[in-house]
Antibody, heavy 119, light 114 residues
Framework: EVQLVQSGAEVKKPGESLKISCEGFGYRFSNFWIAWVRQTPEKGLEWLGIISPSDSETRYSPSFQGQVTISVDKSINTAFLQWSGLKASDTAMYYC????????????WGQGTQVTVSS | DIVMTQSPDSLAVSLGERATINCKSSQSVLYRSNNKNCLAWYQQKPGQPPRLIIFWASIRESGVPDRFSGSGSGTDFTLTISSLQAEDAAVYYCQQYYDTAMYSFGQGTKLEIK
């Protein structure tokens, strides 16, 4: 069974760093891109970026370029999303999702990681 | 960037009736190489991640009931639920995956049971 399992909820202070994870099960991890998507009540679903586990090719949304870093460790079937200086506006639910090609839908999603940034 | 606009923002439909949700893209999402529209629909229930239900505008994902159907081409798309069931209450999102430098979603349509 295909699963994407994300790390648990986080509560952080502004300025702190954070790295959340997304581990793939039940499929050949290197054969699928991993996307990161943010969800907030105000802006809905927003795409942050994607990474190819096979060669680490990464693309970012212009809105999030420089704000987050996406990485992958294919030896442990895990993708990561990290921040070096969190802001209150980063408070959101973050999802990872897989897709087989750049021009394809996101067919499996992780359960989500709630990130709360508050002083 | 391709902007996706859904209508309506919310609707209430009686059990057994038809529900229709529209999605309009600011530019065509028809991929000439395979003559398919790069348009997906997702269903999201409270506390759950989005679930893919339709892709390439009209293909049902495995396990999705056949009361769900997608149609449209170019810039105008529709998700139809032919006979609404209680478990269909959810928020529905369209997404374009034509622009691989900037995937984008509609704002969502909340479907409630009347």
């Amino acid at each position: 069974e295909v699963q994407l399992v994300q790390s648990g909820a986080e509560v952080k202070k502004p300025g702190e760093s954070l790295k959340i994870s997304c581990e793939g099960f039940g499929y050949r991890f290197s054969n699928f891109w991993i996307a990161w998507v943010r969800q907030t009540p105000e802006k809905g679903l927003e795409w942050l970026g994607i990474i190819s586990p096979s060669d680490s090719e990464t693309r970012y949304s212009p809105s999030f370029q420089g704000q987050v870093t996406i990485s992958v460790d294919k030896s442990i079937n895990t993708a990561f999303l990290q921040w070096s200086g969190l802001k209150a506006s980063d408070t959101a639910m973050y999802y990872c999702a897989r897709h087989v090609a750049k021009r394809s839908p996101f067919d499996y999603w992780g359960q989500g990681t709630q990130v709360t940034v508050s002083s | 960037d391709i902007v996706m606009t859904q209508s309506p923002d919310s609707l209430a439909v009686s059990l057994g009736e038809r529900a229709t949700i529209n999605c309009k893209s600011s530019q065509s999402v028809l991929y000439r190489s395979n003559n398919k529209n790069c348009l997906a629909w997702y269903q999201q229930k409270p506390g759950q991640p989005p679930r893919l239900i339709i892709f390439w505008a009209s293909i049902r994902e495995s396990g999705v009931p056949d009361r769900f159907s997608g149609s449209g081409s170019g810039t105008d798309f529709t998700l139809t639920i032919s006979s609404l069931q209680a478990e269909d209450a959810a928020v529905y999102y369209c997404q374009q995956y034509y622009d691989t430098a900037m995937y984008s979603f509609g704002q969502g349509t909340k479907l409630e049971i009347k």
